[in-house]
């Protein structure tokens, strides 16, 4: 029995359709882009990215957000405002068919902490021969600041799952290497020009101190949830 020529080419199409099909399974799910409002312990902030393949992706992020906080070393109270400013950008990598996901990348570290310290009480001076007391309000604030490294490297894992157009949930777990403090101490106006080995040896013990504590969050925690939108 002859087949028609018309029954022929339909016979053709379906099985190159079929073909291509078991070739390309997954080509209704190609590339996008997405945006996703955050909030994270670098602050709120928002990202914005590209998902290739299902296997890659780049992220730009943005967080910032300020907050004071007080705290005490020896004499000293401080009143410090704590500013959480940066920009990252970072690479995904999926290892497996749905949005579980490493992270690499780099961030733009513009956290510091910047403030003033008062002592509290008397302070017992000794001049000369004789031990005399300081009211610590009228020596006056000192100032202080603590930066980061400017660029600071983020390893993460996460999970977005960006291959269907609409809203999704994202979250990402990692850490910020910040690197050593760098802590600035100045002392009040009145004994910035004082030569009294007191004062150097008050001014050297706060810096230390601030450093050391500092210094603990040199390795920033990293915690972000947000809500992504794939257009």
Not at 36 to 59: E, K, M, N
Not at 136 to 149: L, R, S
Request: hydrophobic share 40%.
């Amino acid at each position: 029995m002859k087949i028609k020529s018309s029954s022929r080419q339909r016979l053709l199409c379906l099985s190159l359709s079929i073909a291509a099909a078991a070739v390309c399974p997954e080509q209704a799910a190609a590339s996008s882009w997405f945006v996703a409002p955050q909030a994270s312990t670098l602050g709120l902030g928002a990202q914005v990215g590209y998902r290739s393949d299902y296997d890659f992706s780049v992220r730009a992020a943005w967080n910032q957000f300020d907050f004071d906080k007080q705290f005490k070393i020896d004499r000293i109270k401080y009143d410090t405002n704590i500013r959480l400013k940066s920009m990252g950008l970072l690479f995904d990598f999926y290892p497996l068919d749905n949005g579980f996901h490493l992270t690499a990348g780099l961030y733009r570290n513009d956290n510091q902490i910047s403030g003033t310290g008062m002592l509290e009480g008397n302070i017992p001076v000794r001049i000369g021969n004789r031990t005399v007391r300081i009211d610590g309000k009228q020596v006056g604030a000192f100032q202080t600041k603590i930066k980061y490294a400017p660029v600071a490297p983020y390893l993460g894992i996460g999970y977005h799952n960006v291959t269907e157009k609409g809203f999704s949930f994202t979250a990402d777990v990692g850490v910020l290497y910040q690197g050593h403090a760098r802590v600035s101490v100045e002392p009040p106006a009145q004994l910035s020009h004082s030569n009294h080995p007191l004062v150097k040896q008050g001014i050297d013990e706060q810096k230390r101190e601030i450093e050391k504590r500092a210094n603990k969050v040199r390795v920033y925690p990293v915690i972000t949830l947000g809500v992504a939108y794939t257009f």
